[in-house]
C-alpha cells in the first residue's frame, strides 16, 4: 500500500511538473495574451477613444518628424468585434517614412510591464513597437528573421510561430528592466521578457543598442546606436504607412532591483 501511495504522489509529481503541463497553466493567465485586463496598479494608455490618445501621447519629436499636433492616426471602428482602435497609418509616414509620424507617451519610464494589442490588416504590414523610445519589438507581417515580426529587433530571431496572422488582434506582454549606469558609465544593459499571444518566446533577452539609426528612437545616432545614455523615455508606437491598427494598451511602472525580468 505504501508503495502505491508513493508511486501514486511521484505520479502527481511528474505530471505537474512535465512541459505540457507547464504550458497549460501559462496559456491559462488572464493577465497576458489576448483581450487581457490591467492589473489595479496599471496606467491604461489607450482605450480605444480619441480624448485618451491626446491626453497621454504626442509625435516623437525626432529628427525626421514630419506631422503637426493633433495626432493623425485614425480612431477606427474595430473590424473584430465592438469597441473602436486606433490606425497607425498617419498620411506623413507614406511610403515607409519610420520617424516621421511616430506617437510616444508623453510618460517615461524606466522599468516597466506593458501590454499592447496590435492587429495588421493587410500582408506585409509593418509598424513597431518601442521600449523607452529606444528598443524595438518589431511588428512585421511575412518576416520571420532577426528583423521580423516579434523579434527584439536584430537581437533575437522572430517568433513567428506564435502569430495569430493577418485579421486578427495579437498580444505582446513586456517586462522590461531598463539599462543600468554607474558615474554616467553603461554597467548593465537593457534586459526584456516577452509573451506572443500568450507564449512566452523572449526570456531575460539582453538587448545591446539601438538599431535603425537617430530617425529610429533615442540614442539611435549616438556611436551607431551603442551609446546607451541614462534617461528615461516614454512607450512609442512606430507609424510606417500600413494599416496596422492598436486596442487595449497598458503600462506598469516597476522598479527591478535585479537583473530579472521573467515573469
Known amino acids: 500500500m505504501k508503495l502505491i501511495v508513493s508511486l501514486s504522489f511521484l505520479s502527481i509529481l511528474i505530471i505537474s511538473c512535465s512541459p505540457d503541463h507547464k504550458k497549460a497553466i501559462e496559456n491559462s493567465r488572464t493577465d497576458i495574451g489576448v483581450s487581457a485586463k490591467a492589473p489595479e496598479e496599471a496606467t491604461i494608455l489607450f482605450d480605444g477613444t480619441k ?11 525626432g529628427p525626421r518628424l514630419k506631422a503637426e499636433l493633433p495626432i493623425k492616426w485614425e480612431i477606427q471602428n474595430d473590424p473584430m468585434g465592438d469597441g473602436t482602435v486606433l490606425n497607425s497609418n498617419d498620411p506623413a509616414s507614406a511610403g515607409g517614412l519610420y520617424g516621421a509620424a511616430d506617437i510616444v507617451t508623453k510618460q517615461k519610464f524606466k522599468d516597466f510591464r506593458a501590454h499592447v494589442e496590435f492587429l495588421i490588416k493587410a500582408p506585409g504590414g509593418n509598424s513597431g513597437v518601442y521600449l523607452q523610445n529606444r528598443y524595438e519589438i518589431q511588428i512585421l507581417d511575412g518576416d520571420s528573421t532577426k528583423h521580423g515580426l516579434g523579434a527584439v529587433i536584430n537581437e533575437t530571431e522572430s517568433p513567428y510561430y506564435a502569430y495569430n496572422g493577418v485579421g486578427k488582434w495579437n498580444a505582446y506582454d513586456i517586462q522590461f528592466r531598463a539599462a543600468r549606469f554607474q558615474e554616467g558609465k553603461l554597467v548593465e544593459k537593457a534586459l526584456v521578457t516577452v509573451y506572443f499571444n500568450g507564449k512566452k518566446v523572449h526570456v ?40 496596422v491598427l492598436y486596442r487595449n494598451i497598458w503600462i506598469q511602472e516597476l522598479e527591478l532591483t535585479g537583473a530579472d525580468t521573467d515573469f
Do not use: F
Open 51 to 61: 480624448s485618451m490618445l491626446e491626453k497621454n501621447w504626442t509625435y516623437w519629436d
Open 204 to 243: 531575460n533577452q539582453t538587448i545591446n543598442q539601438v538599431w535603425g539609426g537617430p530617425n529610429s528612437g533615442l540614442d539611435g545616432g549616438n556611436n551607431g546606436g551603442k551609446g546607451i545614455t541614462d534617461r528615461p523615455g516614454g512607450l512609442k508606437l512606430q507609424a510606417e504607412g500600413h494599416d
